[in-house]
């Protein structure tokens, strides 16, 4: 006997097209005051990108990893969530941080060597996990515990397409399936890993139907369309909340900067391919959608840009006047006695400091 024992689709969701137009029937509910909040939040992440990079070049942060142009995904999810969700992002997602509140000095100090800035007080997030794929294992954890326990959370966990290749992305998955976690698994596909494009990743035809041999939902969206995210992302949460399991979301974007400020991404890609991505901007597509129906216009961008770099600034200021953290804290915790090695270690590191300066 030969019979099929079961089909399966994926969809793709576009709503808002490059032009700023829309599929009405596609539309989520959004009130004018909402898109606005939304375009805001991209707007912010960014500024707050730019300024990121800027002082890393001057050297007051560390090694940075952008988002610019994936801020639709980033942002479009976490309009989804209600203040008593979970995220556990990855190191992409500062547009997600930054709208569930989390204050913009605490991020510059964590790409600035100071940890302390992870601590995200009456904001749940879970830190920036800079190991590929380790925290979605955590994020499913979370999600299997909050069943335990009856408490209505919906957990969403970012990731890049990178991660789809790590053990810890599977064992997620199928835990999350199994156990019926309430987990919304965000896979930001900006296309590379580092240098590795998404075709070595996988064979697959998309990211999203990974989910399927885990036994649960997952669709592709336009990444760069923020109602197509907040949509998928919508659905996924209420579907969680209502015990009705997880779902895999992966949003089909571009990587527009270099991987971190170590790379240089002109080495493994054209300038076309980067070109023609940069025409499908998320934040101009959401702005000319504002502009067609009367909602935004240039004096209010002006402000906005104004009121949005000033706390920028105000930020970066207060980031930078922090003292910095005790070059001892990077060796002291990692056992109750330091180790003769860490000991060493410590005093290499003050040597060359003393050297530098
Ligand atoms: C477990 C682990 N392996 C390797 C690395 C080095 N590494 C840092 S980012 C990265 C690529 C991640 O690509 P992707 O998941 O697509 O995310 P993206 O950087 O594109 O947002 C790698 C391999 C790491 N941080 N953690």
């Known amino acids: 006997m030969k019979k099929v024992l079961e089909q399966f689709g994926v969809e793709y969701l576009q709503i808002l097209k490059e032009d700023g137009s829309i599929d009405e029937h596609l539309m989520p509910k959004l009130t004018s005051k909402q898109i606005k909040e939304m375009y805001k939040a991209m707007v912010l992440a960014r500024i707050f990108d730019n300024k990121l990079l800027a002082l890393q070049r001057q050297g007051s942060v560390g090694t940075i990893a952008q988002s610019t142009g994936q801020e639709a995904s980033a942002v479009g999810s976490a309009f989804a969530l209600e ?63 909050c069943n335990i326990k009856n408490d209505k959370k919906v957990i969403m966990a970012y990731f890049g397409d990178g991660a789809t290749s ?127 129906k009367k909602l935004w216009n240039k004096k209010d961008e002006g402000k906005l840009v104004k009121e949005l770099q000033d706390s920028v600034n105000k930020a970066a200021e207060k980031a930078m006047a922090i003292e910095k953290p005790d070059i001892e804290d990077i060796f002291k915790y990692m056992y109750k006695e330091m180790t003769n090695e860490l000991k060493e270690e410590l005093n290499d590191l003050k040597e060359s400091l003393k050297y530098e300066a």
């Open 166 to 292: 790590e053990g810890d992305f599977h064992e997620a998955m199928n835990f999350a399936g199994v156990f019926n976690a309430p987990v919304v698994f965000i896979c930001q596909n900006n296309q590379f890993a580092i240098s590795m494009p998404r075709e070595k990743q996988t064979k697959a035809k998309s990211l999203a139907q990974k989910a399927i041999a885990y036994g649960f939902r997952g669709i592709q969206v336009d990444g760069n369309d923020v109602f197509a995210v907040y949509s998928a992302a919508k659905d996924a949460a209420d579907n969680a909340r209502k015990g009705r399991g997880p779902t895999l979301i992966e949003c089909y974007t571009y990587r527009i900067a270099d991987h971190t400020t170590s790379d240089d991404a002109s080495k493994y890609r054209t300038e076309k391919e980067l070109n023609e991505w940069k025409k499908k901007d998320p934040i101009d597509r959401l702005r000319k959608y504002m502009e067609k």
């Open 83 to 145: 203040k008593n969700d979970f995220i556990f992002p990855s190191f992409r997602e500062s547009g997600a941080l930054l709208y569930r509140g989390l204050p913009m000095d605490n991020i510059i100090r964590v790409f600035g060597w100071d940890e302390r800035g992870a601590k995200a007080e009456n904001v749940n997030a879970f830190t920036m996990s800079i190991p590929v794929a380790t925290h979605l294992l955590h994020a499913v954890g979370y999600g299997m515990a």
